[in-house]
C-alpha cells in the first residue's frame, strides 16, 4: 500500500485505470479499510486536489483485481491469446451506410448506401461472401442523371459480386458470381442504351476490369465499409491491459487516391451502466505516409515504404470506435473520423456504418 495525492481531474476511473485495477469502487473500499474514519470516501465519491489516498501497490493490485473477476465486476474485456476474436460467419447482415465530407465545418456533401453482405459457405481456412451495395443518395436524393443511371445499370449487371476471406479476416480474392463472359456480354449490350462516346468508354473500362481480377480485389478494398469490416483491426495485437500495440494499415479515405498509410493502435473502453451489453473499441491513427497529396493521386507514383516524412507530406489524422455485442462479439456500429489539413482548409470525414 501505498499513499497518493490526487492531482487537478483526478476521478476515482482516472486512477484505477492507471493503477489497473478492474473497477474504481474497489480503490474506494481499500482506502476506506485503511484510512481514518474521518477520511472514509463516500458515495458519490468526488475526490478534491491534495486528497491522500491509500491505494494498492504491486501484489495488492493483482489481489484486488482477482477478487473483482471472482465477483464478477471487471469493468474490462481482455482478448484470449492477445487478439480479439473474429466471428467472420456474424459479419454477414445488412449495414447502413453514412459518409459525411465537410470543408472548415461545413457539409459539403451527405451520401447515404446500404451494404449486403451474405455469408455464403466455409472451405478449409476461407470463408466466402456475396456483397451488394445499393440505395446509394447523395444530400438526400436518388440521382437521375444519365451517368448515374448508366452506373447503376452496370451495378445491377456487375453486383452481387463474391468475396473471400481467410480465417484471419483479410480480403484474399473477389470476382462475379456470373460468368466473366455473361458480364462482359450484359455490359456491351448496353451501348444499345447508352450510345453516346462517354458511355462507350464507361462500358468499355469495365469490361476491362473484368479481365483482371488484381484490380477488382483493389477496388473491394477501397470501399470504405469492406475496409472497416476486413481490415487489420481484428490482427492487432494486445499486449498489456487495454491498449494493443502500434500496428500500420493503409487507410483508403480518399476517393480516387491511394490509402493512406497510418500508425495505429486500439484502445478497449470500460464497460458502462448505460450500455453494458456493448464493447467498445477504439481506433487511433497518426499518418507515417510521406507522399503529398498529388503523389496519392497519381497513379503511376510508386510507394516507398522506406521514404521519411517530409515538408509535403499530407498532414492527417484517423480515429474510429467499434462496438460490439459483449455476448458474441457481434459488430453492431462503426463510426469513423478522418481529418486532411491542406494548408490553411481542414477537409474532414464522418463515417458512420450500423448493422441493421
Known amino acids: ?7 487537478p481531474g483526478d476521478t476515482l476511473e482516472k486512477i484505477a485505470y492507471d493503477l489497473k485495477v478492474e473497477h474504481p469502487k474497489y480503490l474506494k473500499d481499500f482506502h476506506n479499510t485503511y484510512c481514518a474514519v474521518h477520511n472514509r470516501l463516500a458515495e458519490p465519491v468526488q475526490l478534491k486536489t491534495g486528497m ?13 483485481n482477482k477478487k473483482i473477476n471472482e465477483n464478477g465486476e471487471s469493468l474490462y474485456y481482455h ?4 487478439r480479439i476474436p ?23 456533401s451527405d451520401y447515404l448506401y446500404h451494404l449486403d453482405l451474405k455469408y455464403l459457405k466455409a472451405e478449409k481456412d476461407d470463408h466466402f461472401f456475396s ?10 436524393f436518388e440521382s437521375d442523371s444519365k451517368i448515374s443511371s448508366l452506373a447503376k445499370a452496370c451495378a445491377t449487371i456487375m453486383y452481387p459480386l463474391e468475396i473471400r476471406i481467410d480465417d484471419r479476416g483479410k480480403l484474399t480474392g473477389a470476382g462475379f458470381r456470373l460468368p466473366d463472359s455473361v458480364i462482359r456480354d450484359e455490359l456491351e449490350a448496353l451501348k444499345n442504351y447508352f450510345t453516346d462516346e462517354f458511355s462507350e468508354s464507361y462500358i468499355n473500362q469495365l469490361k476491362k476490369k473484368t479481365e483482371d481480377k488484381k484490380q477488382i480485389l483493389g477496388d473491394i478494398r477501397r470501399i470504405l465499409p469492406i475496409h472497416f469490416l476486413f ?3 481484428y490482427r492487432a495485437r494486445y499486449e498489456s491491459w487495454t491498449d494493443s500495440g502500434i500496428y500500420h494499415e493503409f487507410f483508403p479515405w480518399l476517393a480516387n487516391a491511394s490509402p493512406i498509410r497510418f500508425e495505429l493502435y486500439n484502445r478497449i473502453l470500460p464497460k458502462q451502466e448505460v450500455d453494458d451489453e456493448i464493447l467498445k473499441i477504439t481506433q487511433s491513427g497518426s499518418c507515417c505516409d510521406y507522399r503529398s497529396l498529388e503523389q496519392l493521386y497519381d497513379k503511376n507514383h510508386e510507394y516507398q ?25 457481434e459488430i453492431r456500429k462503426v ?22
Do not use: W
Not at 460467419?89 to 461545413?106: A, E, T, V
Not at 509535403?312 to 480515429?319: F, M
Open 231 to 233: 481490415g487489420s483491426f
Open 305 to 329: 515504404e522506406q521514404t521519411l516524412l517530409g515538408y509535403s507530406s499530407v498532414k492527417c489524422r484517423h480515429e474510429a470506435e467499434y462496438l460490439f455485442s459483449r455476448a458474441d462479439l
Open 1 to 7: 500500500m501505498i499513499t497518493y495525492m490526487t492531482l
Open 52 to 64: 491522500l489516498l491509500h491505494i494498492p501497490f504491486g501484489d495488492e493490485i493483482r489481489k484486488l
Open 131 to 140: 456483397m451488394q451495395i445499393s440505395g446509394s443518395r447523395k444530400n438526400g
Open 86 to 108: 473474429f466471428p467472420i460467419p456474424l459479419l454477414g447482415g445488412s449495414y447502413k451506410i453514412k459518409h459525411q465530407k465537410y470543408l472548415d465545418s461545413q457539409i459539403e
Open 335 to 356: 463510426t469513423g473520423n478522418f481529418e486532411l489539413q491542406i494548408g490553411d482548409v481542414t477537409e474532414k470525414d464522418v463515417f458512420t456504418m450500423e448493422k441493421q
Open 79 to 82: 482478448p484470449p491469446h492477445g
